[in-house]
């Protein structure tokens, strides 16, 4: 398919690179201080589209799920922060927009091909790579992969007990 055309991207089991930006409010975020939970990343082309609304609102209506288990949500794009401020706000998301002045982050972690393609990262509390995966990928298969390598509580209850 052609939003494919690019380098393959990270793979998984590797040091998700490390990297610095602003969010969409003007802090500053450090990949690095994010240590000790999971952080998912949403690369996706453009704010304000129907594809890229809907994969963000898909996120933002799993976020209790999310946050239970210890995921932090962060979306990248390299759109103006002005543009984040209205897309987030339009959406009510509640994790920030990092704003990607350059395609630097999206070049670094190999998601811009011949124009911006669609990609989530899971990355570990310890920092390695546990997804990476084009297209529209959801909240579910991000819970699915913390599954395997996190079961719940219930699961690792019924494991001792067997």
């Not at 995921?71 to 990607?100: A, C, I, M, T, W």
């Not at 395609?103 to 920092?127: F, M």
Request: include cysteine; charge should be positive; glycine fraction near 8%.
């Amino acid at each position: 398919m052609l939003w494919q055309l690019g380098p393959k991207l990270l793979p998984v089991g590797t040091p998700a690179p490390p990297f610095i930006c602003p969010d969409d409010q003007g802090r500053v975020f450090i990949l690095n201080l994010q240590r000790g939970k999971h952080v998912v990343l949403v690369f996706y082309p453009a704010d304000h589209t129907p594809h890229c609304s809907r994969q963000l609102s898909w996120f933002r209506d799993a976020w209790d799920r999310l946050q239970a288990r210890g995921v932090v949500v962060y979306g990248v794009n390299s759109g103006k922060p002005e543009s984040h401020v209205e897309f987030r706000k339009r959406l009510q998301l509640p994790f920030p927009l990092l704003v990607d002045y350059g395609n630097r982050i999206a070049k670094l972690y190999r998601v811009r091909g011949l124009w911006p393609r669609r990609a989530v990262y899971l990355i570990d509390r310890e920092g390695v790579i546990r997804l990476a995966r084009l297209g529209m990928v959801g909240p579910d298969e991000v819970l699915a992969v913390l599954d395997e390598l996190e079961p719940t509580q219930p699961q690792q209850l019924l494991s001792k007990a067997s």
